[in-house]
């Protein structure tokens, strides 16, 4: 498929076309520098699967899942509705099963060294703690690594996390998601016009581009290096933006407010809006305003409410924002120094 027809898809990465076989002569290229000279690569060569329709389409993969939850099964069905075929998964519990058996019909389940061994493209789609001792685990008992591409979709890792599998001739590539994943059914088409974080070796990065914007996503590279900063700025806006509005939630309903929710809605999606289009400009408030009398107020009213930790929580954030409004010239000298004093702790 075109990339031009995806959304949001970038249609100058090279060798991508939208597809994977768009990438194979990188793959191919990349057997002595990633996997070592270890004969033919099987998923360009062997694995790969050709159109029935004999209309000269390009390969297909055979995918395999190992871990089946919300992430996993998804981004299986997301490459099966680009054309690849999903033929083995493995899950754990009750949920990751019920959730494979819905979104990838028909797929046998298996243990995950067979799933490896009847897939040219593996999903390794567990939690990110348990991520090292899969890979570990998968390189030492013998799984069937060599020529397949490996791909997890961690946001803290890139592809050192695969170094055991790497070394037994895998192809690793690292593909996150930058979205929330709820186990519902709509997000399978919520993958679509979602940005990838993609770290892999140079050769191999048209071949998890093309994945990619085969899923409807558009690929975004991340250096190794920047793995961590890169998935602690994504878990600060989305992680802690729950926090924050659950906690502001609860204090409406201390003060009798019956739907706060539905009162934060249309002030929160606005804010949203305002933050992305328009950057700190957007910044409006008391803080922004240098209304230290009235942030001293919140504090008080916040500790008398809530925990002391979300009153901490409040400080920080209120400091974190002054700062920013002082750096953009929103705040003048003399309103600044009085609400820093407030944050700092400063008698009032």
Known sequence: ?????????????????????????????????????HGEIAVTQAGAER??????????????????????????????????????????????????SRLLPGVLAREPADVVAAADLVLLTVPDDALPGLVGG???????????????????????????????????????????????????????????????????????????????????TIAEADRDLYHAALASAANHLVTLIAEAADLLRGVGVPNPERMLGPLVSAALDN???LGV????????????????GHIDAIGRASTPAAAAAYIAMARLTADRAIAAGMLKPQDAERLLDVLGGAPR
């Open 138 to 220: 998968l390189a030492q008992t013998g799984a069937p690594l060599h020529g397949r591409l490996l791909a997890h979709a961690s946001g803290r890792y890139g592809t050192a996390v695969l170094d055991p599998a790497t070394r037994r001739g895998a192809l690793p590539m690292a593909l996150h998601p930058v979205m929330t994943f709820t186990g519902r059914p709509e997000d399978l088409d919520r993958v679509s016009g979602v940005c990838f974080g993609v770290t892999a070796p140079e050769p191999l990065r048209p071949v998890a581009e093309a994945l990619v914007i085969e899923m409807g996503g558009e690929p975004v």
């Open 281 to 296: 400009a957007g910044l409006t408030g008391p803080v922004a305003r240098g209304d230290a009398d009235t942030v001293a």
């Open 1 to 37: 498929m075109d990339s031009a027809q995806r959304p949001g898809a970038n249609g100058d990465i090279p060798g991508a076309h939208g597809d994977i076989a768009g990438a194979r002569d990188e793959i191919a290229g990349a057997r002595d520098e990633i996997a070592g000279p």
């Open 275 to 277: 933050a992305l289009r």
């Open 51 to 100: 159109s029935s329709a004999g209309d000269g389409r390009p390969a297909r993969l055979k995918v395999g899942v190992v871990g089946t939850g919300r992430v996993g099964s998804v981004l299986g069905a997301a490459l099966a509705r680009a054309g690849h075929r999903v033929v083995a998964a493995s899950g754990v519990s009750g949920a990751s099963r019920d959730r494979a």
